[in-house]
T-cell receptor, first 113, second 116 residues
């Protein structure tokens, strides 16, 4: 089944404790991206990647890192999480960005205490 | 730079009446435009997209949207609302951001309530 998977789905952590949220797609898509969703703000793009080893900042990259060492994986790294990073996070992929349909993962709800 | 404005944060309609969700955009390049739907506690699903072909785009579940370049609008409509349409709807613009990259920008969302 074609899908985007994210792990973990739920995470409660404390300020400053490094964490990684994994994202994997099995559709051989070139384009992958991370979003955060906050009430009243919609989805805001954190980082995106057009291909392996190519990443770009989105609208809200501060406090986040990403890497794209393999086409199928695009982990989101929070080196020192803070409470303002409490949010619902979505990973998405598409064949090549642009006019392509985005396929979204199920979401990761992160709480930073 | 690009932006998306969804003109209503909340729309309430009675079952069987028309739905209109409004979206305006700005973009330096010719954009692709999308509407996605998010049902409660679910991920996002594509409703329809515009990619410079026909200006009237038909999507799933009876939704359609019209691209109006002169008005920079991409409003979503449905002739008759169903209870299952209650969800949050996002208008999205995708435009070229240079060096072979595309950036997506989401509107803040419109929550649609359907009254029985």
């Amino acid at each position: 089944e074609a899908q985007v998977t994210q792990n973990p789905r739920y995470l409660i952590t404390v300020t400053g404790k490094k964490l990684t949220v994994t994202c994997s797609q099995n559709m051989n898509h070139e384009y992958m991206s991370w979003y955060r969703q906050d009430p009243g703000l919609g989805l805001r793009q954190i980082y995106y990647s057009m291909n392996v080893e190519v990443t770009d900042k989105g609208d809200v990259p501060e406090g986040y890192k990403v890497s794209r060492k393999e086409k199928r994986n695009f982990p989101l790294i929070l080196e020192s999480p803070s409470p303002n990073q409490t949010s619902l996070y979505f990973c998405a992929s598409s064949p090549s960005g642009g006019s392509d349909t985005q396929y979204f993962g199920p979401g990761t709800r992160l709480t930073v205490l | 730079a690009q932006s998306v404005t969804q003109l209503d944060s909340h729309v309430s309609v009675s079952e069987g009446t028309p739905v209109l969700l409004r979206c305006n955009y700005s973009s330096s390049y010719s954009p692709s435009l999308f509407w996605y739907v998010q049902h409660p506690n679910k991920g996002l699903q594509l409703l329809l997209k515009y990619t410079s072909a026909a200006t009237l785009v038909k999507g799933i579940n009876g939704f359609e949207a019209e691209f109006k370049k002169s008005e920079t609008s991409f409003h979503l409509t449905k002739p008759s609302a169903h209870m299952s349409d209650a969800a949050e709807y996002f208008c999205v613009v995708s435009a070229y951001s240079g060096a072979g990259s595309y950036q997506l920008t989401f509107g803040k969302g419109t929550k649609l309530s359907v009254i029985p």
